[in-house]
C-alpha cells in the first residue's frame, strides 16, 4: 500500500505531514510520488490567504478522475482549512469524492478515521480537537528536524485567520522538550527547529518563559549544531530573549521577526500592539548584541484602510531597517477575521502596483547584504543536491542563507565550511574550503 501526502502552507503544516506518514508507515503504507499508484492521498491545506484555498480546490478537482477510476483509494483532507465550517462545508458539497476530513487536532486518530471509513464506506469527518502537541515522530530527514513547542495563536491579528483555525495557545512542558531536542541531537540530528505561532510568548500558560526554555536546551544537549525557531513577535521579543540568543552559541544568529506594516496606524488597525519606533527599537537592540544577525521579515501590502502614506511608510522602513530577506504578500481578506469586514478595502490594481513598488524597493537591499558576504567563510548544513544543477549542492548559512557550492551528495546532513564567491540578490554561492 502506497501513500502521497500534499503539503500547503507553513512549516506547521510540514511537522504534521512528517506526522501523518509516521502514522501512514506504521500502518503499513509507504511512500510515493506518484499519486497514480497511492491507496491513499492526504491534502494537507492551508488557509491563509485566499490562493492557498483556491489552491487546494483546484487539485480537489483534478483529482477526481483518478479518483473514478479507483474508487478504494482512500483521499482525506486536513489542515488548517479543515478547522473551520465554511470551507468543510464546501469539501461536502462540492468535492463528494472525498472520503475523510480531519484536523490539525486529531491527526493521531487517523487509524481510527481509516478504519472507519473502510467499514461504512461513508465520509469521517472528525475535526473536534486543537490539542495536537506532539512527540516522538519521524522526520522527513535524518539531520533537521522540526519540533513544536506550542500551538494554536491568542494574538488575534485582524486579517489573521490561524487563530480561528488553530485554537488558542498551549505550549509543551519544557522537560518534554527538552527531552525529544536531546532525543534527536543523540540520533545524529544537527539542527532542530523550535516551532510555534508566536515562540516569543511560549510557557505563558506554563508560568515559563521562551528564554528559559532556550537555557534549559543549553544546559541539557551537548551535541547540536544549529538551533533555530520560529516565528516570533515583535510585541513579545523581550531583552531576555536577545540576551540569551547572544549568548548561546548553538542558535542561529538569524531573526525572522514579521512586521507587517510600517505605518503605526496600520499595526494599530492590525492590532500588532507596536509602533514602526518599537519595531526599530528592536532591530537596533539586536543588532546592538549581535552585529551580523540575519535579519528578515514578513511584510502585508495594500490591508483595508491603507493610504498611499502608510505604504510609503513601509518602504521608508524596509530602507531604514535594511532586511536580508522578506516574505511580502498582497493582503486577502479572510472571511471570518474583522478587518474582511471592512468597507474601506484597497483595490486590486493598487495592491499590486504598491506590490511592486515594494519589491523595487527591497531587492535591491537584499542584494546589498549579499553582496557584503563575499569573501566570507560560513558554516553550512548541507541539505540537498541543488535543484538546477546536479554537480552542485545546496545549503543554508547558520544565519539561514540560502547557499550553492560544487560538492559530492555524501556531504548532505554535514556542516562544511563554504567561502562565498559570488551572489544574486536571493542566494550566495561559493566553495567548500577545508
Ligand atoms: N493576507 C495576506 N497575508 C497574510 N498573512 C497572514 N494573513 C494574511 C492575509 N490575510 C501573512 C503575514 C504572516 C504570514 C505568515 O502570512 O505576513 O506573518
Ligand atoms: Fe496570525 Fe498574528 Fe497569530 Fe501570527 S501572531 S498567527 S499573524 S494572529
Known sequence: MKYKIFTYGCQANEHDSERIAYILEKLGYTATDDEKEADFIAYNTCLIRENAELKVYGHLGAIKKLKREKPEM??????????TGPARDVIKEKYSHVDIIFGTGNIDKLPELISLHKTTNQIVVDVDSYIDLDNGYIRAHDFTAYVNIMTGCDNFCTYCIVPYARGREKSR?????????????????????????????????????????????????????????MTSHPKDLSDELIEAMSKIDMIAKHFHLPLQSGSTKVLKEMNRKYSSDDYKLLVRKLRDKMPDICLTTDIIVGFAGESEQDHLDTIELCKEVEF??????????????????????????????RFQELLDAIYPIFNKKNKAELGKTHKVIVESVSKNNDEMLSGRT?????????????????????????????TLEGEIID
Open 74 to 83: 482512500i483521499l482525506a483532507v486536513c489542515g488548517c482549512m479543515m478547522q
Open 398 to 426: 547558520f544565519s539561514n542563507k540560502l547557499i550553492h557550492f560544487k560538492g559530492n551528495k555524501e556531504l548532505i546532513g554535514e556542516v562544511v565550511n563554504v567561502k562565498v564567491t559570488s551572489h544574486t540578490s536571493f
Open 173 to 229: 512542558p519544557i522537560n518534554e522538550i527538552v527531552q525529544e531536542v536531546k532525543n534527536l541531537a543523540n540520533r545524529g540530528y544537527k539542527e532542530i527547529t523550535l516551532l510555534g505561532q508566536n515562540v516569543n510568548s511560549y510557557g505563558k500558560d506554563l508560568g515559563h518563559t521562551f528564554p528559559e526554555l532556550l537555557y534549559a536546551l543549553d544546559a541539557e544537549v551537548k551535541n547540536l549544531d544549529i538551533l533555530r525557531f
Open 324 to 353: 536580508d530577506s522578506a516574505f511580502t504578500f498582497i493582503y486577502s481578506p479572510r472571511p471570518g477575521t474583522p478587518a474582511a469586514n471592512r468597507e474601506d478595502q484597497i483595490p486590486e490594481e493598487i495592491k499590486s502596483r
